[in-house]
């Protein structure tokens, strides 16, 4: 089974850049799907953006296409989330997550119970 950790959240004022990483340990992701998932204060979970086991299949969540950029490195050791333009609202905290099971297709990437393998979080803060 792999393992997931994110970093790389942190304070950055609207219209900045941030770049989120989410290692694998255990082993490489190049068995698994792997998406980025966000959960702001008081609010639901919610699907940002997902790359497939080869990284053939992108998707992104409306809101973030063309600010945000996901992708894997060769070893498949890492994937990241490239933020741009950041704006108030993509404050939240950020959920790295894994999945050997994902069918194809949006709707299976971005529903968060096809995920079983999930990291802590990094939480990112967009300031006004």
């Known amino acids: 089974q792999v393992q997931v950790a994110e970093s790389g959240g942190g304070l950055v004022q609207a219209g900045g850049s941030l770049r989120l990483s989410c290692a694998a340990s255990?082993?490489?992701?190049?068995?698994?799907?792997v998406a980025w998932f966000r959960q702001a204060p008081g609010k639901e979970r919610e699907f940002v953006a997902s790359i497939s086991r080869f990284g053939y299949s992108i998707y992104y969540k409306d809101p973030v296409k063309g600010r945000f950029t996901i992708s894997k490195d060769n070893a498949g050791s890492t994937v990241y989330l490239q933020m741009s333009s950041l704006k108030p609202e993509d404050t939240a905290v950020y959920y790295c997550a894994a999945s050997a099971r994902i069918l194809a297709g949006y709707s299976h990437y971005q529903d968060n119970k096809n995920y079983d393998f999930w990291g802590q979080g990094t939480r990112v803060t967009v300031s006004s």
């Open positions: 255990g082993r490489t992701f190049s068995d698994y799907a």
